[in-house]
């Protein structure tokens, strides 16, 4: 019987209470498959850890992850470190060195979920988000003279390459015609970044050509953020840069009801490296401890992750499961203006798998 070796990497906040959720849901999973087993290596990177240690992950952290088939990642995001410290020494530390440069982000309006754009009940919003996920605004390139004076400079670079950004582009539109629309929205904001968003619609085209049967569009990012309110049904898959992108999937997650629920793929496509899978949410300081954060956009993610290991009938049974608890108002947590807890929701969700 094939066993999966997952990464599991809670992080901070409640990260660490929905992956433990996550990994409850997947065991159950496997369980009821039958076909396939779960092998499941904790790490207790993140916050506390740096605490100890004063780095977020050990040095050798990567090699210890390297082989595995998979991670699970909660949030990296501690109060009393500085986030660009945990993001920067975590996530990013995985993401960068693993090349995880597709970061996939589906969007759709579970069922019994309310989304808060009046007439949308559903089928008008069904968007995959693809992110680069390894350069431009996020590329780290920048610094910082004169630290505290008033004469201080300081630069965040934004680097994109023609090898990155096609790279990118393939991915999407290849993602694109894969979906029924066969239908993909550029991002861009090259009308006042005249460089690199220049190149980056210069290779959006160039790369069209090869996909003669996808319709594509190109869309500044400001009037983007109108039409995914005003006109969600003329949106289906959706590529933008690293901070474009992290923007509108925030927005999106809320307009499908709640950032709670929204699933992410860090994809190395080549699979020369594991790639990860998260909610997109971070550590959500203002409820952690609590017991309450919402684990549907973990187990989700965990959808994503048997999709990306080739258990296609597995994945399909969990996203059946999720459907069916999120179906009933009893089994929402606050964010969606429910009362039930962590618990409930994943205690639900195995019965589901079981049922
Ligand atoms: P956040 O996603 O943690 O929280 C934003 C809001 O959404 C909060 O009100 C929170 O309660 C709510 N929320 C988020 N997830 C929820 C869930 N599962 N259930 C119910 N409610 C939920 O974003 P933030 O407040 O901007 O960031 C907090 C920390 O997390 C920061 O340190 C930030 O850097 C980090 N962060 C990490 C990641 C990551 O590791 N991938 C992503 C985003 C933020
Ligand atoms: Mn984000």
Redesign the pocket.
Known sequence: MKTYRIAAIP?????TE?VGAGVAVLAALAAREGSFAFRFDHFDWGGEYYKRHGRMMPEDGREQIRHHDAIL???????EIA?HI??WG??LAICQPFDQYANVRPTRILPGITSPLRGVTGPELDWVIVRENSEGEYAGVGGRVHQGMAEEAATDVSLMTRAGVTRIMRFAFRLARGRPRKLLTVVTKSNAQRHAMVMWDEVAAAVAAEFPDVTWDKMLVDAMTMRMTLKPQTLDTIVATNLHADILS?LAAALAG????AP?ANLNPERTFPSMF??????????MGKG???????FWSAVLMLEHLGEAGAAARLMKAIERVTADPALH???LGGRADTRAVTEAVIGAIRA
Request: no cysteine; aromatic share 4%; charged share 15%.
């Open positions: 992080g901070d906040g409640i990260g929905v990642f909660g949030s990296a995001g501690h109060p986030d945990t993001l975590l996530r925030d709640s950032p709670g629920i992410t998260e909610p997109i949410h971070g550590s959500a300081f203002d409820i309450i954060a919402n684990p549907i956009g973990t947590t606050p964010d």
